[in-house]
């Protein structure tokens, strides 16, 4: 029981402290693509310790508020699609090959990537980010979809790393065992 009670106050709080980030990402325009990392990496604890179901759930919870209270939607969205990404990961790190994890993982971020322009635009009709676009090259939009694949790679890193940093050193400040 009293572990049950550890794992919800986990999820409860972790989950409220990702609204705030990505709460506070959405007032302050260049945590745009920050703040939803961040988020991500918050709630890497709650599936270390509680595991997938839980971390779906909070996931879903945290995703839903964001949709709810965040004023910015591309910093929402990129937190819902990647969002999503460390609960997935486990499936990709037990693929054979690196080369076929790594092409996992690019077409991941491309595919959702580009899924998340397209219901701002045309979904959502938000004129402002289809005029940022608009006066891009052909280059200039492939350059930020090769940098955005970058910092990706670089958040894959980071929530493995700090899984381990949660399992070796933080968990027992929290928990004792």
Sequence with gaps: MRRKSQEMALC?????LAVVILFLGGLIPPATYCAPMAAIVVLVPI???CGPKMAGTSWAAVSLLAMLLVPN?????????????????????????????????????????????VLLIFLMGLE???????????????????????????????VERFS??????????????
């Design 164 to 177: 381990i940093v949660w399992e070796t050193r933080l968990r027992k400040r929290f928990f004792s065992r």
């Design 73 to 117: 939607w591309e910093l929402t969205l990129f937190y819902v699609f990647f969002g999503l990404y460390p609960l997935l990961r486990a499936r990709v790190q037990a693929l054979p090959s690196p080369a076929l994890r790594l092409l996992c993982k690019l077409g991941y971020c491309t595919l959702s990537t580009l899924a998340i322009y």
């Design 128 to 158: 402002a980010v289809a005029a940022d676009f608009q006066g891009l090259s052909l280059f200039m939009a492939l350059s930020m979809l090769v940098l955005d694949n970058v910092n990706f790679l670089l958040l894959d890193a980071l």
């Design 12 to 16: 409860g709080v972790l989950s409220a």
């Design 47 to 49: 599936l270390v310790d």
